[in-house]
């Protein structure tokens, strides 16, 4: 059984009915995938504000620091939206913000750039992420999108059976 | 027993939990025959609502069959009796019972200390929902333990079905008090933002206490021609300005009746930026509740007009135009519903044929579905507007 449950167990009242065995939740692997991506961006977005001198040394990237807090404080926010009850548009801004790197990178990849290995590492990294955001969205929008439903009609469901009959009586009487 | 139970932030899950048992003479057991997803069901599937533990059983909209009644039940519920189980728990004697207030019952919030500090003063206990009221299990589940059961109950009569008598136990109350506290007059017209269940209910409930027009509010097309069924005037938002067909139909003086029944979960949209900014702060923690109805509702109110609230708020709203209420002199009327206050009149009504609640149900599913239904509700996918669960 779950801990926490077990742990929230201490602040229920004594007698209250007790989980003794859990069973299927409404949390959709779209959602677990995008709160995995959600706390990898809030991660990744700490290193950059935090670690950026030896991330730019690390990539070659010189007089660059602020660019790559920049690039932190972007990766925080969308990481802050993946972890909302409504993923899509923070998955959305990963996806944004991951073409943004790989042009980054792209531009970094030259040959007089003595961490070149590096950056070609990052960019495979970049790319495999990108494809994972990708898939991501695409999961979140199917599974999370309203489909058809505006072809419902309920005109039909006045719920005001009295008055209704009321109406009728009188258009006939017109 | 089976059980709908609360484990996270969107993470409802059908666990097998242990059977409640009769605790204080005043209990009772019921078999539930019919329960519902709430709107407000989703703002603790949001994690919105503070106070909520992993292991708490969900819902507060049920009905059933008594199985079992305590030593102190005193006759008035029996073994056998159907009852429909109203989500505000009430003793029946304190001073606010006597003064009909039932929802701040004084007695029956069993964490009151934990109320008190937080809320001032408690309020009273609620089934399925926050530790603030009380942490009572709820009846997404095969039975509940109703406390204080010798007066927190409706009773029903056999003729008529679950579905039109299940909702007495609270959206149909509440829907009738929004609209009720509005002081309708024949002259109004009464605006009601949002067409989800809380709104079908106010806008019949608002037509039924004689309103000279009705205009709901909202976006999504199944919800408005559903609305309109009943004969009112629709304003889908995303098509529209709502302030502006506001004054259109009250010659620019402003609706004189306003009620949200959307609450603290607003509609985002690049539309409405003010909900992008309260979006962005409860991401952050800086805000609980998106308060775009009520902003809408304060500026386009007809001065001296009455802004009624069903809609459930949980915490902090931000940029609460108090300057325009003032000025403008609004009364503000709001609160968890009286359900007993007034159900006595909507049961006559309902045996008359003048209202029949039913209408508001789209999707009926066993209560195994829950987790998926919870989703399919907060989804609004494959129109849904009101889910029944049958355990």
Redesign the interface.
């Known amino acids: 059984m779950n801990m926490m449950v077990r742990a929230a167990d201490i602040a229920r009242w004594p007698s209250d009915p007790k989980v003794t065995q859990t069973g299927r939740s409404s949390l959709t692997e779209a959602v677990r995938m995008a709160r995995g991506l959600g706390w990898f961006s809030i991660g990744l977005g700490l290193f950059e504000l935090f670690g950026a001198r030896s991330l730019a040394r690390t990539l070659g990237f010189r007089d660059s620091e602020w660019l790559i807090r920049g690039y932190g404080l972007r990766e925080v926010a969308s990481g802050l939206a993946c972890l909302s009850v409504n993923p899509g548009p923070g998955v959305a801004s990963r996806i944004a913000g991951d073409a943004l790197d790989i042009v980054t990178l792209a531009a970094l990849s030259r040959p007089d750039n003595p961490k070149k290995r590096n950056v070609e590492l990052a960019l495979l990294a970049v790319l495999g992420v990108t494809l994972l955001d990708m898939l991501c969205q695409a999961d979140v929008s199917i599974r999370h999108s309203r489909g058809r439903s505006g072809s419902h009609d309920y005109s039909d469901r006045s719920g005001l059976p009295r008055r209704l009959k009321e109406l009728r009586t009188e258009l006939d009487s017109v | 027993?089976?059980?709908l139970?609360w484990?996270?932030?969107?993470?409802?899950?059908?666990?097998?939990?242990?059977?409640?048992?009769i605790?204080d003479p005043r209990d009772a057991i019921i078999k539930v025959t019919s329960c519902a997803i709430c709107g407000s069901d989703l703002h603790l599937?949001?994690?919105f609502i503070p106070a909520m533990?992993?292991?708490?059983?969900m819902g507060h909209e049920m009905m059933g069959e008594v199985m079992e009644v305590g030593s102190g039940v005193n006759g008035r519920l029996k073994k056998g009796d159907r009852i429909v189980v109203p989500f505000t728990i009430i003793c029946g004697e304190c001073d606010q019972c006597k003064r009909g207030n039932f929802s701040v019952c004084e007695r029956t919030n069993?964490k009151k200390d934990l109320a008190d500090k937080v809320f001032g003063h408690s309020t009273a206990g609620l089934f399925g929902y926050t530790?603030l009221t009380g942490?009572y299990?709820g009846g997404q589940?095969e039975y509940l333990r109703v406390p204080f059961a010798d007066r927190t109950h409706i009773k029903v009569p056999s003729h008529l079905t679950d579905e039109q008598v299940l909702f007495l136990g609270d959206i149909l109350p509440t829907g009738w008090q929004a609209a009720a506290q509005c002081d309708i007059e024949e002259t109004d017209t009464v605006a009601v933002w949002g067409c989800g269940p809380v709104g079908?209910m106010t806008i019949?409930s608002a037509?039924?206490l004689g309103a000279r027009q009705v205009v709901a509010i909202d976006r999504?097309?199944?919800?408005l021609?559903?609305a309109?069924?009943?004969?009112a005037i629709t304003i889908n938002f995303e098509k529209e300005s709502v302030i502006g067909r506001l004054e259109d139909l009250t010659d620019g003086k402003g609706p004189e009746k306003c009620i949200d029944s959307v609450g603290l979960e607003s509609h985002?949209s690049f539309g409405q930026p003010d909900t992008l900014l309260d979006?962005a702060k409860?991401?952050?923690m800086l805000e609980s509740d998106r308060p775009h109805v009520l902003r809408e509702m304060i500026y386009v109110c007809r001065p001296a007009g009455i802004v009624s609230i069903p809609g459930v708020y949980g915490g902090l709203v931000d940029k609460f135009p108090m300057g325009i209420a003032m000025n403008k002199g609004l009364t503000f009327r709001m609160g968890q519903t009286h359900v007993n206050r007034w159900t006595d009149d909507l049961l006559r009504r309902i045996e008359?044929?003048?209202?029949?609640?039913?209408?508001?149900i789209?999707h009926t599913a066993r209560l195994?579905d829950g987790?998926?239904m919870?989703?399919v509700f907060r989804?609004?996918?494959?129109?849904?507007?009101k889910v029944v669960l049958k355990p």
Do not use: W
């Open positions: 027993m089976k059980a139970v484990h996270g932030k969107q993470d409802i899950r059908c666990d097998t939990v242990t059977d409640p048992e605790e599937f949001h994690n533990l992993p292991g708490d059983i069993r530790h942490g299990p589940a079908q019949r037509i039924l999504l097309p199944e919800r021609s559903m309109e069924a009943a004969g985002v979006r409860q991401m952050m008359e044929g003048e209202i029949d609640p039913s209408f508001v789209t195994e987790p998926h919870y989703n989804d609004k996918q494959d129109g849904c507007v």
